[in-house]
């Protein structure tokens, strides 16, 4: 049953950012559209569980409150990102005509994302190109300026950039030099993607000491939201799973990015994690990633589940899923950037494990079936929707409340717990309440196919 949609926003009620890491990708222009569309009531919010009935008392931001922007290192306009995903069958015919103000909007707060060839080294002539440092600051700054020059509350930075490969060493890759960039602009992050983000040995800690909501990672969309019920299932009739085996076929910007066995590799840990939660063990078998640029925005996955029954009587389950992945995820991304704007509203800091329904890797600790994910998700509704802090007082997974400035414990002169290279200020600098959200999306690191723009699953 749905709630009543989103209302037009008095204009003296506040206003949120969400910020784009992979901006000008399909799944950040199918949001964008998508919420515009919504708010206006042109479509129902088919997909988004904010919308529903559970969510009504939430104090959520409304969808008209909204306000986006980002980084990407493409210059494809959203208005001609929405005609080609119209083309494609992914948005409705129409629809980027009815919204286009809003997409000009959008696309008129992106900025250059990176690194770019000659960052984090030498540049093509020889000289030192932007480092680590450099970029978070750039990064931090341009959210910055979007949360004072748009008069926002906050912002939430979301990374629904294309897949990297799991880092090598020390070195931050791209999705954590965004994710640094949020913390130093005092912004919660949400990681709907499988790269490493706030995971990485530097930041992890930092985020802890944040005083700020963090979600992740990697959405749970298509085969792994259907694993993620099968699983359970068999685990509680007792039934023995030998085997599961599953492909993925899959085009876009996506595809192309887990043409990579490196990318494919972190995608294809978050599937297999799910089933060794779910099943309380490991079973045989591999998924495989096939790229299919034929397929473009559609994805075909199938499952093969080998188990036995009552006396050994062997037997198999078969499924295929057949599904949009623009339209599967843009929905979900809005609910986050809304629960997430909503916990730091509330003043809830740390790993939203809560919000563990929506990721096939979740931070914090918090049950894998998603009827009980579910479960832990309405109640943290009710708890934002409560006149208290957002304090849960029977002590459940997730965030807590908190009484600090944003980035508490992240500023100082370069002391230990700082980025590495940080010097005067480390990740905290600068960053004031109310800050926006950053995050940079597409980009890579010389050589990279992981970001080359915002296409998500």
């Given amino acids: 049953m749905s709630a009543e949609p989103s209302q037009p926003t008095p204009s003296t009620a506040p206003r949120f950012g ?15 559209a998508g919420c515009a569309a919504v708010a206006a009531g042109l479509h129902p919010p088919t997909g988004m569980v904010t919308e529903t009935e559970p969510f009504a008392a939430s104090g959520l931001p409304s969808l008209s409150s909204l306000v986006f922007g980002g980084h990407d290192t493409v210059d494809c306009p959203l208005p001609k990102r929405a005609e080609h ?70 912002a939430v930075v979301v990374n629904v950039a294309s897949t990297e490969p799991a ?54 969309t298509g085969q792994t939201l259907l694993r993620s019920v099968l699983g359970p299932m068999f685990l509680q009739r007792a039934l023995a799973v030998r085997a599961w085996s599953g492909t993925n076929l899959l085009g876009g910007g996506d595809g192309a990015a887990l043409a990579d066995p490196a990318a494919a590799a972190a995608k294809n840990a978050g599937k297999e994690r799910v089933l060794t939660d779910t099943l309380g063990g490991t079973v045989e078998g591999e998924t495989h990633i096939d790229d299919v640029p034929a397929l473009g925005d559609w994805k075909t996955a199938w499952d093969h589940i080998a188990f036995d029954g009552f006396l050994g009587a062997r037997m198999v389950l078969q499924t295929t899923w057949q599904g949009c992945d623009s339209a599967l995820a843009a929905p979900l991304v809005l609910d986050l950037a809304r629960l997430t704007a909503r916990a730091r509203e509330k003043g809830i800091s740390g790993p939203l494990g809560e919000l563990g329904f929506y990721f096939k890797d979740p931070v914090g600790a918090g049950p894998s079936s998603l009827a009980e994910q579910y479960t832990e998700l309405t109640r943290f509704a009710a708890r934002l929707g409560d006149d208290g802090d957002g304090t849960d007082p029977a002590g459940d997974s997730g965030g807590s409340a908190h009484g600090s400035g944003v980035a508490h414990g992240l500023g100082g002169g370069g002391r230990a717990g700082g980025l590495p290279g940080d010097g005067a200020g480390g990740i905290g600098s600068g960053g004031r309440s109310g800050d926006g959200a950053g995050g940079s999306g597409g980009g890579g690191r010389p050589g990279d196919r992981a970001h080359e723009h915002g296409d998500r699953r």
């Fill in 18 to 32: 969400v910020w784009f890491i992979g901006a000008r990708g399909s799944v950040a222009t199918t949001a964008v």
């Fill in 85 to 154: 995903l119209a083309a494609g069958g992914v948005l409705p015919h129409g629809l980027p005509s009815a919204v286009h103000a809003e997409l000009v909007a959008a696309d008129q707060e992106i900025r250059p994302g990176g690194p770019l060839p000659g960052d984090t080294g030498r540049g093509p002539d020889g000289d030192p190109g932007r480092g680590d440092q450099d970029l978070i600051d750039v990064f931090a700054a341009d959210i910055r300026d979007f949360v004072a020059r748009r008069g926002l509350a906050g």
């Fill in 167 to 220: 880092p090598a060493g020390d070195a931050l890759p791209p999705s954590s030099l965004y994710a640094a960039a949020a913390l130093r602009a005092g912004c919660p992050y949400v990681n709907f993607t499988p790269s490493t983000g706030l995971h990485h040995p530097a930041l992890a800690p930092l985020a802890e000491a944040s005083g700020l909501p963090y979600a992740g990672r990697d959405g749970k």
